[in-house]
Protein backbone atom coordinates (compact mmCIF):
# COMPACT_ATOMS: atom_id res chain seq x y z
CA UNK A 1 0.00 0.00 0.00
CA UNK A 2 1.36 3.55 -0.81
CA UNK A 3 2.03 5.53 2.25
CA UNK A 4 0.43 8.53 0.81
CA UNK A 5 -2.84 6.87 1.19
CA UNK A 6 -4.79 7.90 4.78
CA UNK A 7 -6.38 4.97 7.25
CA UNK A 8 -9.21 8.04 6.92
CA UNK A 9 -9.37 7.85 2.73
CA UNK A 10 -9.45 4.14 3.29
CA UNK A 11 -12.11 4.21 5.70
CA UNK A 12 -14.15 6.29 3.55
CA UNK A 13 -13.57 4.58 0.37
CA UNK A 14 -14.48 1.13 1.88
CA UNK A 15 -17.80 2.53 3.06
CA UNK A 16 -18.91 4.33 -0.22
CA UNK A 17 -18.16 0.84 -1.72
CA UNK A 18 -20.22 -1.25 1.13
CA UNK A 19 -22.89 1.84 0.80
CA UNK A 20 -23.47 1.46 -3.35
CA UNK A 21 -22.86 -2.33 -3.23
CA UNK A 22 -25.65 -2.42 -1.01
CA UNK A 23 -27.84 0.18 -3.31
CA UNK A 24 -26.78 -1.61 -6.78
CA UNK A 25 -28.28 -5.11 -4.89
CA UNK A 26 -31.50 -3.59 -4.07
CA UNK A 27 -31.77 -2.19 -7.37
CA UNK A 28 -31.09 -5.62 -8.79
CA UNK A 29 -33.50 -7.78 -6.74
CA UNK A 30 -36.56 -5.20 -7.36
CA UNK A 31 -35.69 -5.93 -11.10
CA UNK A 32 -35.46 -9.90 -10.48
CA UNK A 33 -38.73 -9.67 -8.93
CA UNK A 34 -39.92 -9.56 -12.62
CA UNK A 35 -38.31 -12.86 -13.78
CA UNK A 36 -38.89 -16.03 -12.40
CA UNK A 37 -35.45 -16.55 -10.51
CA UNK A 38 -33.81 -15.99 -7.64
CA UNK A 39 -30.73 -14.06 -6.63
CA UNK A 40 -28.36 -16.94 -6.66
CA UNK A 41 -29.55 -18.39 -9.88
CA UNK A 42 -29.09 -14.94 -11.43
CA UNK A 43 -25.24 -14.86 -10.70
CA UNK A 44 -25.33 -18.69 -11.30
CA UNK A 45 -26.78 -17.60 -14.73
CA UNK A 46 -24.26 -14.73 -15.18
CA UNK A 47 -21.18 -16.68 -14.67
CA UNK A 48 -22.64 -19.02 -17.37
CA UNK A 49 -23.18 -16.73 -19.60
CA UNK A 50 -19.57 -15.09 -19.41
CA UNK A 51 -17.53 -18.15 -19.07
CA UNK A 52 -19.77 -20.59 -20.95
CA UNK A 53 -20.44 -24.45 -19.80
CA UNK A 54 -19.01 -25.05 -16.60
CA UNK A 55 -18.98 -28.28 -14.16
CA UNK A 56 -21.16 -28.46 -11.03
CA UNK A 57 -17.66 -27.75 -9.07
CA UNK A 58 -16.53 -24.68 -11.22
CA UNK A 59 -20.06 -23.08 -11.30
CA UNK A 60 -19.73 -23.34 -7.43
CA UNK A 61 -16.75 -22.01 -6.56
CA UNK A 62 -17.37 -19.00 -8.64
CA UNK A 63 -20.52 -18.56 -6.94
CA UNK A 64 -19.00 -19.01 -3.86
CA UNK A 65 -21.75 -21.76 -2.54
CA UNK A 66 -21.46 -25.25 -1.31
CA UNK A 67 -21.60 -27.74 -3.83
CA UNK A 68 -24.54 -29.85 -2.60
CA UNK A 69 -26.50 -26.05 -2.70
CA UNK A 70 -25.00 -25.32 -5.92
CA UNK A 71 -26.52 -28.63 -7.40
CA UNK A 72 -30.06 -27.66 -5.70
CA UNK A 73 -30.01 -24.50 -7.16
CA UNK A 74 -28.95 -26.21 -11.15
CA UNK A 75 -31.87 -28.68 -10.52
CA UNK A 76 -34.45 -25.70 -9.87
CA UNK A 77 -32.96 -23.92 -12.79
CA UNK A 78 -32.77 -27.23 -15.39
CA UNK A 79 -36.67 -27.35 -14.08
CA UNK A 80 -37.01 -24.04 -15.44
CA UNK A 81 -35.74 -24.49 -18.58
CA UNK A 82 -33.11 -21.83 -17.99
CA UNK A 83 -30.35 -24.43 -18.12
CA UNK A 84 -29.12 -28.08 -19.17
CA UNK A 85 -26.51 -30.30 -18.01
CA UNK A 86 -24.50 -31.78 -21.18
CA UNK A 87 -21.69 -34.05 -21.13
CA UNK A 88 -18.52 -33.29 -21.63
CA UNK A 89 -17.47 -34.12 -25.79
CA UNK A 90 -13.92 -34.70 -24.50
CA UNK A 91 -14.79 -36.68 -21.48
CA UNK A 92 -18.37 -38.43 -21.04
CA UNK A 93 -17.57 -38.44 -17.43
CA UNK A 94 -17.82 -34.83 -17.29
CA UNK A 95 -21.22 -33.26 -17.15
CA UNK A 96 -21.42 -29.28 -17.65
CA UNK A 97 -23.76 -26.72 -17.14
CA UNK A 98 -25.23 -24.97 -20.36
CA UNK A 99 -27.14 -22.28 -20.48
CA UNK A 100 -30.15 -22.12 -22.34
CA UNK A 101 -31.99 -19.64 -24.49
CA UNK A 102 -34.52 -18.62 -21.70
CA UNK A 103 -31.57 -18.19 -19.13
CA UNK A 104 -29.59 -16.08 -21.74
CA UNK A 105 -32.68 -13.86 -22.21
CA UNK A 106 -33.51 -13.58 -18.72
CA UNK A 107 -29.52 -12.57 -18.18
CA UNK A 108 -29.70 -10.13 -20.67
CA UNK A 109 -33.14 -8.21 -20.12
CA UNK A 110 -31.88 -7.91 -16.60
CA UNK A 111 -28.34 -6.87 -17.32
CA UNK A 112 -29.84 -4.25 -19.66
CA UNK A 113 -32.41 -2.63 -17.08
CA UNK A 114 -29.02 -2.62 -14.29
CA UNK A 115 -27.79 -0.98 -17.33
CA UNK A 116 -30.36 1.86 -17.87
CA UNK A 117 -30.00 2.08 -13.76
CA UNK A 118 -26.45 2.99 -14.10
CA UNK A 119 -26.67 5.52 -17.13
CA UNK A 120 -29.86 7.11 -14.79
CA UNK A 121 -27.15 7.60 -12.04
CA UNK A 122 -24.67 8.79 -14.47
CA UNK A 123 -27.10 11.80 -16.10
CA UNK A 124 -25.37 14.55 -13.82
CA UNK A 125 -21.85 13.61 -14.87
CA UNK A 126 -19.67 14.81 -17.14
CA UNK A 127 -18.21 12.92 -20.11
CA UNK A 128 -15.00 13.46 -18.68
CA UNK A 129 -16.23 12.34 -15.40
CA UNK A 130 -17.42 9.18 -16.37
CA UNK A 131 -14.62 8.59 -18.39
CA UNK A 132 -12.41 8.99 -15.52
CA UNK A 133 -15.11 6.69 -13.15
CA UNK A 134 -14.52 4.19 -15.71
CA UNK A 135 -10.49 4.54 -16.04
CA UNK A 136 -10.13 4.50 -12.09
CA UNK A 137 -13.14 1.39 -11.45
CA UNK A 138 -10.89 -0.35 -14.33
CA UNK A 139 -7.79 0.44 -12.55
CA UNK A 140 -9.62 -0.93 -9.05
CA UNK A 141 -10.73 -4.08 -10.70
CA UNK A 142 -7.23 -5.13 -12.23
CA UNK A 143 -5.39 -4.10 -8.68
CA UNK A 144 -8.21 -6.29 -6.86
CA UNK A 145 -7.09 -9.22 -9.24
CA UNK A 146 -3.05 -8.67 -8.83
CA UNK A 147 -3.96 -8.46 -4.99
CA UNK A 148 -6.19 -11.30 -4.99
CA UNK A 149 -3.03 -13.47 -6.52
CA UNK A 150 -1.15 -12.95 -4.19
Do not use: C
Not at 1 to 30: C, H, L, P, S, W
Not at 47 to 70: P, Y
Not at 71 to 82: A, F, G, H, I, Q
Not at 111 to 129: H, P, S
Request: aromatic share 6%.
Amino acid sequence: MKKDVTADAIKDIEKNFRYIAGIIKQNGRKILNNYPITSPQFVALQWLSEEGDLTIGELSNRISLAFSTTTDLVDRMEKNDLVERVRDSKDRRVVRIHLLDKGRTIIHEVIDKRQDYVGEVLQEFTEEQTDKLNELLTFLHEQMKVVNKK
